[in-house]
């Protein structure tokens, strides 16, 4: 399968680069506008989305935006996509064991039109990367994350604690100081994240019982070994 945007800047005479890289064995070659005929702050604006999308995904591409990518069939049976996620195909690939990579692609200047494509697309595509990010990673495992920001809130709590206690047992009042509201607001901020982590992990151990249960729970296999 191979997506092009509609623009006329992306250039159809990449795809068979894309399809020989495929058939090197990756399961996803994204086109790398290495050479961008855009304006600079549209140019700008993108390589900071870039460098935070892949900062944060944990999958190192230079363009994620581009629309010239080709895939293997198999790698989008099953992809829940919804909204704006389908420019975070990579991301999500990647996540479920796929090969990805990129190549520079021919990139033109625009013949007609103007882009609509604004800094409230970059807004939202983050707001959308946090989202693929966090189902990623953490959807079968969310104690991690929430179990996580619960230590290191808990942690910094009680230390601020027992330096108060300590204070106070060498005579010194704490009552008035600011430190002693911050350091009970962490702690109990810190055990609700513990709490939260594990009702969610209860909630996805359920789920993947039901699915189990019904036959519904989808496996990608690569290859079978006898």
């Given at each position: ?183 009970v607001l962490l702690l109990v901020v810190g055990v ?15 789920h993947e019982e039901r699915l189990e249960r019904r036959g519904r ?10």
């Amino acid at each position: 399968m191979v997506t092009i945007d509609g623009d006329l800047q992306d250039d159809p005479a990449e795809i068979p680069r894309l399809l020989a890289k495929l058939d090197e064995g990756y399961d996803l070659v994204s086109g790398w506008k290495a050479r961008r005929r855009d304006p600079l702050a549209r140019r700008l604006l993108s390589r900071l989305f870039n460098a935070v999308s892949a900062r944060v995904s944990g999958l190192r591409l230079h363009d994620l935006n581009c629309g010239l990518k080709a895939y293997r069939a198999e790698v989008l049976d099953g992809m829940q996509l919804y909204g704006e996620l389908h420019r975070f195909i990579p991301v999500l690939a990647h996540y479920r064991g796929f090969r990805v990579t990129e190549i520079a692609v021919n990139h033109r200047p625009r013949p007609h039109g103007r882009s609509r494509y604004g800094m409230e697309r970059y807004v939202r595509g983050f707001l959308d990367l946090i989202t693929v990010t966090f189902m990623g990673r953490y959807r079968y495992r969310p104690l991690h994350l929430f179990g996580g920001v619960g230590l290191l809130f808990g942690g910094v709590g009680l230390v601020i604690l027992v330096y108060l206690t300590v204070l106070k047992l060498s005579g010194e009042a704490i009552g008035h100081r600011p430190l002693l509201t911050l350091g009970v607001l962490l702690l109990v901020v810190g055990v609700q994240f513990l709490s939260l982590g594990l009702l969610s992990e209860l909630i996805t151990s359920q789920h993947e019982e039901r699915l189990e249960r019904r036959g519904r729970r989808t496996r990608l296999v690569d290859e079978v070994l006898r």
